[in-house]
């Protein structure tokens, strides 16, 4: 009677055939998530007064960064010898539509990247790297929660066998026996995590001190990561024979990063919004001797 309680899991990730392709959720999933990012950053430009136009180049440099980054660390922390020890591998590396994308890759991408569009743009629009980080991890939350539901699509990176009712059975990877659905219980962290951030923006902004936003995001998403990484499968063999597997090591860092950044943010006190200058320089005022002056006119 309890098996009639689980999941089978046999969904097609192509949504639709296109010859020997197709229209994968992963990809779609990919595009709502930069579509509501193109937007949220819309609302911020317009809330803190900053030109529509720094959207262009930011997309492209967050399309390029995510995919680069993500590519590489999957090649190189997750199957570096399968990658760097042939030439087929090699080239490999740059197929990512083979699969393996790691988020750990696209997070420190995503950091180097937005350091470099801070120095490019920055000075000239009065935002700094701590600003575009606070501003970027909101979206990026909600955008993590579209990728996972793009792996639950894909019927990988779930977890290890559960007696729980809402367990998957993976059909389509030959799977008999309910396994944890790690993918869900990440996009619904997420997705609490991005709807925090948007209402202490929306509601909170003013009280709010530069680096938070990042700190909290840092916080809140690897720190559940490293927690569900205890019920997920090993993605490769060496992790096996490891007390923490690869994902938990990755994400221990970020942890401790974002800490930090709440301690940096509480003893500098920066504000969280754009601090525009004053455009037009006060008026002078007029001296004592002056304003005595006009008094005595008729």
Known sequence: MLDLLYVRWNIDPVLIHIGQGG??????????????GWYMFQWFCKREKLPVSLLDPLLITLVVAT?????LGHCLFYQ??????SWQGFLEIFMPWKGGLASHGGAIALILAMWWFSAKYGRKHNFDFLW??????IPVAFVGCFIRLGNLFNSEIYGDVTTLPWGFIFERNGETLPKHPTQIYEALSYLILGLILTAIYKWRLDKTWRGTFFGLFLIG???MRFLIEFIKE???G???????????????PFVIAGICLLVYAYRKKIPAAVVHPETTARKKEATHYARSINSERP
Not at 67 to 71: E, F, H, L, Y
Not at 238 to 252: K, R, T, V, W
């Open 221 to 223: 998403c690897f720190g």
């Open 234 to 236: 090993p993605q490769v």
């Open 132 to 137: 575009i980080m606070d501003h970027l991890v």
């Open 80 to 85: 570096p010898d399968y990658y760097l020890g």
């Open 238 to 252: 060496f992790e096996e024979s490891m007390a923490l597997n690869m994902g938990q090591l990755l994400s221990i």
């Open 23 to 36: 229209i994968r959720y992963y990809g779609l999933m990919f595009i709502l998530g930069f579509t509501l």
């Open 67 to 71: 995919i680069v980054g993500a590519r």
